[in-house]
């Protein structure tokens, strides 16, 4: 159930959802993080609406209060261990620990449907279940490979995490649609010096 403020709102009107990784896109239910911090995820119905806009609403049960909070505690887990891991430094070892007990109470499967593959649960706690995907796929990022990836957004104020898929390894901002396209018009805003006739 969607509350009556929410009911019939296109989660892309709510949230932010253009992060290509699962756990960043998570932690920017919180947008504006290194300026003025904007909680996009404010009631369990909220929770309910982002978990369907991404795949993970696995069960019929709504989410609760309880879920709420301990979707923000891995939440901001997530994002302190992604932001540790960013700047190049060790994660906290109770974000750490945050992160491995939220994956352990995972109880999902994957599922073959007509079209495509898709996260189902028959457990008592299907917002838990989800969550723990989200936490699997920050181990996963933060804990392969691509961790070297992992980079804070240097858009105003912004600081979401994402990973620099690009080539060169060096792209600035976790979306170019919203951050990038932000800092280039910022950019044409200030003029420039005319060169002086030689
Ligand atoms: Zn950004």
Redesign the pocket.
């Known amino acids: 159930m969607v509350n009556a403020s929410d009911s019939g709102r296109d989660a892309r009107e709510v949230f932010r959802l253009d992060n290509e990784t699962l756990a960043f896109r998570f932690t920017a239910t919180v947008s504006s993080r290194r300026a003025d911090p904007f909680e996009r995820l404010t009631t369990p119905e909220r929770l309910d609406l982002w978990l369907d806009a991404n795949g993970l609403r696995l069960g019929s049960k709504t989410a609760c209060a309880a879920d709420l909070a301990a979707a923000h505690a891995l939440r901001e887990a997530v994002y302190r261990a992604g932001k540790a891991v960013a700047d190049r430094r060790r994660p906290d070892p109770a974000d750490i620990a945050a992160v491995n007990a939220a994956v352990r109470q995972g109880r999902a499967y994957l599922e073959l449907g007509e079209e495509s593959a898709r996260w189902r649960s028959d457990g008592p706690a299907p917002v838990g279940d989800a969550l723990a995907l989200i936490a699997e796929n920050a181990i996963q990022i933060l804990g392969g490979h691509d961790r070297q990836r992992v980079k804070a957004?240097e858009?105003p104020g912004?600081?979401?995490l994402y990973l620099d898929t690009s080539r060169g390894g060096n792209r600035r901002?976790?979306?170019m649609n919203?951050?990038g396209n932000r800092a280039k018009k910022a950019a044409m805003r200030v003029p420039r010096r005319q060169t002086p006739p030689t």
Do not use: A, I
Request: charged share 0%.
């Open positions: 957004c858009g912004c600081g979401g901002w976790c979306s919203t951050c």
